[in-house]
DNA sequence: TTGTGTATGTTATACTATAACATGTCAAGA
DNA sequence: TCTTGACATGTTATAGTATAACATACACAA
C-alpha cells in the first residue's frame, strides 16, 4: 500500500498501481476535486446527485450497474426510480467522469477526468475492479486494422476480463495447496 | 461485385471484401458447410434448430438481436420463448460458430469458423454491417499494456463502431449535394 | 428396454434501459 | 417583481434483454 504526502500518486495517476491496495480514499478525493474544475470549465452543473453517483462510483472503485448505484442514491434521498441512476450516470459518462463497460453493462468512475481519452478497461473477474490501461498502442493497431478495410472508425470499446494480480495470486495459492 | 467460381474468396476469406458487395449467399453456404464439419469434429450435433439459427445470421450479414432471431425462429416452427434463440445462439458462440456483439446486445455468424480467434469487429453505424478485422495487431498491444499492469488477459473484446467504406461514400455525397 | 445424457419447449421472472410527462429550480431580461 | 426559458429532477409506464426452473422428447448405449 502505498502513502501519500501531497499530490495523489495513487490511481489516478499512476496506472501500475491501479490494481496494488492504495490509500483510494484519497485517490477519490482528488477525482472528485478534478471534476468540480472541469465541470466548471466545460459550463455544465455537477448537482448534488450526479456528484453523489461519482462519488459512489469512486468509493466501490468498481464497475457497478445503473441499479446498484440507483439503490444507493435512493438511500441518499434521492429518487429511487430508474432514469435518475441512468441520467445521472449518462451525465458522467458524456462529460467523460465516468466510462461505461459493455461487457457488464455497467459503469465505473474515470480515474483520468479530462484526459480525453477512450481507455482500455482491465476487469477482474475474480475482485471485479476495473482498471484503464494505456491505450494508445492499442487504438494505433485497431486503426490499422480498419484502414485496411476501408473502415472509418468513431467511436471504440476495448475491454479484457480477466485476473488482477492480487486475484492471480490467490488462485496460485488456492491451486497450489 | 466479385463473382464466384469454386472457392469462394468472398467475406469468409478475404476481409478486404467484408465491406463489398459480394455474393454472400455463396460465402454463407460456404460457411455452412464448414460449420458442418467442424460441428462432426468437435462431438457437437448442428441440430435443426441451432442449423436454421446459424443460417439466419448468415442471411443477415449482420449483427441480429436474440429476438430478432427468434422471430425468424419461430415462422420457421420452432419454438417461440426466449430461451429458444438464447440457447442455440449461445450453442453457435460456444462452438465459436458466432459471436456476441457487446456493443449492440447482438449477435453476428463467424465468417471464419473453425479459425479459433476472439477478432476485432467494425460495426457499421450506417448499414449495421459487421466484419471482422485482423486481430492480433490488437490483441498484442493489449497484452503489452496488461502486462504492464501484472493484468492476466483471458477473453477481450474489441468492437469499434464508425462508418464502412460504402456509407462513408454516402454520407460525404450527401454532405456535398 | 431401460437408463442416461442431451436437446427442446414452456412458464415465469429478473435485469437493463428509455419514453413521456409533471414538477421544480434558477438565472436573464422585460 | 414578474415572467420566461432552459435545464434538472421526479414519476409512471413500458420496452428490450436475459435466464431460472421445470416438463417433455429424443438418441444412444448398456
Redesign the interface.
Known amino acids: 500500500m502505498h502513502d501519500h504526502s501531497d499530490a495523489c500518486p495513487g490511481c489516478a495517476a499512476a ?2 498501481v ?2 496494488a491496495r492504495h490509500d483510494h480514499a484519497h485517490c477519490a478525493s482528488d477525482v472528485m476535486g478534478r471534476a468540480e474544475v472541469l465541470a466548471g470549465v466545460q459550463g455544465v452543473r455537477l448537482t448534488p446527485v450526479r456528484r453523489r453517483a461519482l462519488e459512489i462510483l469512486l468509493e466501490e472503485h468498481r464497475a457497478m450497474g445503473a441499479y446498484d448505484v440507483l439503490q444507493r442514491l435512493a438511500a441518499d434521498g434521492f429518487g429511487n426510480q430508474p432514469p435518475v441512476a441512468y441520467r445521472a450516470l449518462d451525465f458522467l459518462v458524456e462529460q467523460g467522469l465516468a466510462h461505461r463497460i ?2 457488464l453493462n455497467a459503469f465505473a468512475a474515470c480515474m483520468h477526468p479530462g484526459e480525453a481519452h477512450t481507455p ?1 478497461f ?1 476487469i ?2 475474480g475482485c471485479h475492479a476495473v ?1 484503464e ?3 494508445a ?2 487504438r ?3 486503426g ?3 484502414e ?18 492480487r486475484c ?1 495470486d490467490v488462485q496460485g495459492e488456492g491451486a497450489a495447496a
Not at 485496411?148 to 494480480?165: H, K, Q
Open positions: 496506472p501500475e491501479a490494481f459493455q461487457r482500455v482491465l477482474c473477474t482498471a490501461a494505456e491505450a498502442p492499442v494505433a493497431a485497431l490499422v486494422a480498419a485496411g478495410l476501408g473502415f472509418e472508425i468513431d467511436r471504440s470499446t476495448v475491454e479484457a476480463a480477466g485476473l488482477c494480480p492471480r
